[in-house]
């Protein structure tokens, strides 16, 4: 499989952090979307931001802004969505998404979520953890890991099947994945590598993080 495109999701409210784009928060010398984009980047063949509002205020990215194409922030399989139909646009097959608020997600995982959907007619993997892990807004499988419905690899061939589930009234990401077979990736590694700034406090968190990481 080549490398598939890359889509940052960031098309959610912040409302604990008061509103706003967590990506844009101060990080280290830049910004969480900075250090977000430099971990993507060497994974993927391209890359986009799914975002809503005035796209302007990421032009200094130089990335394509793809906003919801359903109303009323239905969650983050219509972030999805937009990404399926930008790759659909670009002659791809898949894309990789990842959460615009995490920013130390494995520097592998592009390549493992692909290694764990090989012989899959239409590549659907989640990222999962050990339980044990931070469980906090995380959707607990079956065989009792810990999945991260936003850091997936996700097949443009079922783009409009995924779209007539949201027209429908799907917003469970995990009810859609299982449907179609998708497969778990697991990450076993120390720390919490999907780590994402909620608060302000988080925001602490990870700037502790980078201090670690240099």
């Known amino acids: 499989m080549s490398k598939p495109l890359g889509v940052i999701l960031a098309g959610g409210l912040a409302t604990r952090m008061g509103g706003g784009d967590k990506g844009l928060l101060p990080l ?24 809503n509002g005035d796209p302007e205020r990421f032009a200094n990215l130089g990335l394509p802004v793809l906003p919801d194409p359903l109303p009323d922030f239905p969650g983050p399989l219509v972030g999805v969505l937009a990404g399926l139909d930008w790759a659909a646009t670009q002659g791809a097959e898949t894309i990789a998404t990842v959460a ?8 592998a995982l592009v390549a493992h979520l692909a290694e764990t959907a090989k012989d899959m007619p239409h590549p659907l993997v989640l990222a999962a953890t050990p339980r044990g892990a931070d469980e906090k807004t995380k959707s607990m499988s079956r065989s009792g890991l810990i999945r991260h419905p936003t850091f997936g690899l996700w097949p443009v061939a079922l783009r409009d099947d995924l779209r007539a589930a949201l027209q429908d009234g799907l ?44």
Do not use: C, Y
């Open 171 to 214: 917003r469970k990401v995990v009810l859609w994945t299982e449907k179609h077979g998708g497969r778990e990736a697991l990450f076993d590694i120390p720390g919490d590598p999907f780590f994402n700034v909620n608060t302000p406090e988080d925001l602490a968190r990870a700037q502790d993080m980078m201090k670690d990481q240099a």
């Open 28 to 51: 280290g010398d830049g910004t969480i979307l900075d250090q977000v984009i430099a971990r993507l980047g060497p994974q993927v063949s391209g890359m986009a931001l799914n975002a």
């Open 100 to 107: 615009a608020d995490t920013p130390f997600f494995p520097k």
